[in-house]
């Protein structure tokens, strides 16, 4: 079963900027709150019930109970095969995405900008890119100084299977390789409050 279908997604409160990959209608871009968490406090470890209730306070969609991320395995820029299940132990931002797509390329620098502040404190940040040549991937991954790992899905499989009908699409993944949360549409995600949730989530495993 498409592990999508197995969210339970929080109320629709707000619109987001979303891209239908090549050849496939628009989804649904519901599933995202309005609601952000605002502390300058240090991040606490939380509880399950606790940490859930923060991600959905931050405007994610959230599972009633952390779903087993199924695994698989695709080709990075260098040619070699990365599978998920290789950042076991680490807390993994997997973004599903296009060069062709405006909310996509959006997000972007703040996606770069989160990795290069908490990478070393065990974030992992996977970009899989659906459907387009290396070369042109190589070349925005390049132009844009992007050092998170890329992944080319080149016929869309795993990303219709991880159900990015509408993209910018991004899950979190904790160290158990549960997902704990996905968003659709792009975000900045470097802001305060998205920095504190993910040292929330760091902290918690």
């Known amino acids: 079963m498409k592990i999508y ?25 519901g599933g995202l709150a309005a609601a952000t968490t605002t502390t300058t406090a240090a991040a606490p470890a939380l509880t399950p019930p606790e940490l859930r209730e923060r991600l959905m306070a931050a405007g994610l969609s959230v599972p009633k ?10 080709a990075s820029l260098a040619g070699a095969s990365v599978s998920l299940s290789s950042y076991r132990g680490r807390v993994v931002f997997l973004n599903f995405w296009a060069t ?18 908490l990478r070393d404190r ?17 070349k925005f991954v390049t132009d844009n ?23 910018p ?5 904790d160290r158990k390789g549960n997902i704990i949360a996905r968003s659709v549409g792009g975000r900045e ?12 989530i760091l902290a918690a495993e």
């Open 5 to 29: 279908m197995l969210l339970a997604l929080a109320a629709a409160a707000a619109t987001v900027a979303s891209c239908a990959p090549r050849g496939e209608p628009a989804a649904s871009r």
């Open 65 to 74: 109970e952390p779903i087993a991320a199924d695994d698989f395995a695709l």
């Open 100 to 117: 062709w797509c405006p909310p996509c390329r959006g997000e972007m620098p703040s996606m770069e900008r989160l990795h290069q502040l």
């Open 122 to 138: 065990g974030l992992e940040i996977v970009a899989v890119d659906l459907q387009e040549s290396r070369d042109e991937v190589k």
């Open 145 to 167: 100084a992007l050092t998170f790992t890329v992944l080319l899905d080149a016929d869309g499989a795993v990303g219709s299977a991880w159900g990015a009908q509408s993209i």
């Open 169 to 173: 699409t991004t899950y979190l993944i």
């Open 189 to 200: 995600w470097d802001s305060a409050d998205m920095v504190t949730l993910f040292e929330t």
